[in-house]
């Protein structure tokens, strides 16, 4: 059953957040982070998480990535093979008490 931590924080253990962090080379970065779902138990938000890492997700099926830890690094190539942006993509289970967005 899919729920809104902001709502019921009470009965989310835990949240599956995806972060996309976009590095344009002289354009900076900038950071995107949405809560995918929340979960009771960790052993759900893992199993949920293994499949945004290795499933058919849009995430995989970037051409040229470096898997990391809890996602993997993927580079888009301009028409002339220059690297124009690269993205980190993270999924992350965590606490419902918590938010791992950057202060700013």
């Keep these: 059953m899919r729920r809104s931590c902001a709502v019921v924080s ?3 253990a835990w949240v599956l957040w995806e ?15 949405t809560i ?6 960790l052993a759900a938000c893992k199993t949920d ?16 990535k470096t898997r990391t830890e809890n996602g993997f690094w993927a580079t888009i190539r301009d028409d002339a093979g220059k690297a124009a942006q ?19």
């Design 86 to 104: 690269n993205i980190r993509y993270r999924a992350l289970c965590v606490p419902g008490t918590l938010d791992p967005r950057p202060r700013q």
């Design 36 to 41: 995918m779902r929340s979960y009771e138990a």
């Design 10 to 12: 009470l009965l989310c």
């Design 19 to 33: 972060s996309k962090e976009y590095l344009s080379p002289g354009h900076g970065s900038r950071e995107e982070w």
């Design 49 to 64: 998480q293994a499949q945004l890492l290795t499933g058919t997700t849009g995430w995989v099926l970037q051409k040229e």
